[in-house]
């Protein structure tokens, strides 16, 4: 397990303040005197955050793995079916509260979904 934890630093990085504490320090709204500053910050921050990403879905197969190991065959396909069926009801379900929302107005109206899928 401590080898999804090698990027540490990248984690700690991440949850750091440079953004906020840039925004604060800002004057006016959606304006700063340190653009190149923040443009570099907002680089690295979603450089970091793609890491990040990598290293959740590596861990989110791994456990994927174990767990198949320890099941039988049946059980196996039993919580795959499980799995896709709990990850469609929560699309759906986002779905819907997106359109409840107005959320989809905000973003691209072809795109029924803050997930980006469309219909």
């Known amino acids: 397990m ?3 934890v090698e990027n540490w630093e990248i984690y700690q ?3 750091d ?3 906020a504490l840039l925004a604060y320090n800002s004057r006016n709204i959606g304006e700063s005197n340190q653009g190149e ?3 570099k910050e907002m680089d690295s921050h ?3 955050m793609y890491k990040i990403l990598v290293e959740a879905d590596k861990l989110r197969l791994d456990i994927l793995k174990r767990m198949i190991d320890i099941l039988t065959p049946l ?3 039993e919580f795959q079916v499980a ?3 709990l990850q469609l009801c929560l699309h759906e379900w986002s779905k819907r509260r997106d359109i409840q929302m107005g959320i989809t107005q905000l973003f ?5 979904s803050s997930s980006g899928d469309s219909l």
Do not use: F, M, R, Y
Request: aromatic share 0%.
């Open 37 to 39: 500053v923040v443009d």
């Open 17 to 19: 303040e440079p953004l």
């Open 75 to 77: 059980q196996a396909v």
């Open 2 to 4: 401590l080898s999804h």
């Open 46 to 48: 979603a450089s970091d």
């Open 108 to 112: 691209n109206t072809d795109n029924h």
């Open 83 to 85: 799995s896709k069926k």
């Open 13 to 15: 990085k991440v949850a």
